[in-house]
């Protein structure tokens, strides 16, 4: 493989590499906010009207920076997972069946991602924002209406983030399977 090629390859393995460690730490960083803020039982003094559950409003503060971050660094990934592909194979053309299915997952997981940045988080970034308005102004009906709005939503999202990820993981195998298997290596 010529020069251009690797460093081309080694660009997209990085950027699918930061790519799912986004996924993967927005996923982590959920996991380990919610049940710590649940144990912990707060009581916040900015929403001392509302008589639900604390913690789930201040896990949610944390959870939501978390998969903010994730959503941007996803996204830059994506674009330059295409892009160095793009690159890699005009350098060192793959096989067939191997630039098939690396293009089929990196352009699954990457419309996933544009989807859940355009279409699933600002709903339900909506819904959060009715739930703490709602929950700081003693608004306990409306608050738990757009907490159980919210939570409706957060499977499906789970679902696009743990699809992606396992695009993502695939497209990494099936780079990893090239290093070997090219014609010209």
């Not at 460690?21 to 996923?27: E, F």
């Not at 005009?90 to 989807?115: C, D, K, M, N, Y």
């Not at 970034?125 to 003693?138: E, I, V």
Request: hydrophobic fraction near 55%.
């Amino acid at each position: 493989m010529s020069r251009a090629g690797r460093i081309f390859e080694g660009v997209h393995a990085v950027s699918l590499a930061v790519w799912f460690a986004a996924l993967a730490g927005a996923g982590l960083a959920a996991g380990v906010a919610f049940p710590a803020m649940k144990s912990l039982d707060p009581g916040l003094p900015g929403f001392s009207a509302y008589d639900g559950p604390h913690w789930l409003i201040a896990g949610g503060h944390v959870g939501r920076g978390a998969f903010s971050i994730a959503e941007k660094i996803v996204l830059v990934s994506a674009a330059a997972a295409v892009v160095s592909l793009a690159a890699a194979e005009r350098a060192a053309p793959a096989e067939r069946w191997r630039s098939l299915a690396r293009w089929v997952l990196i352009l699954t997981a990457g419309s996933l991602a544009v989807w859940q940045g355009l279409v699933q988080s600002p709903r339900m970034n909506r819904a959060l924002d009715t739930y703490w308005s709602s929950a700081r102004a003693g608004m306990n009906d409306e608050a738990d209406q757009a907490r159980r709005a919210f939570e409706a939503m957060h499977p499906s999202s789970r679902g696009l983030m743990t699809l992606a990820a396992a695009c993502v993981l695939g497209a990494i195998a099936a780079g990893g399977l090239g290093a070997s298997g090219r014609a010209d290596a």
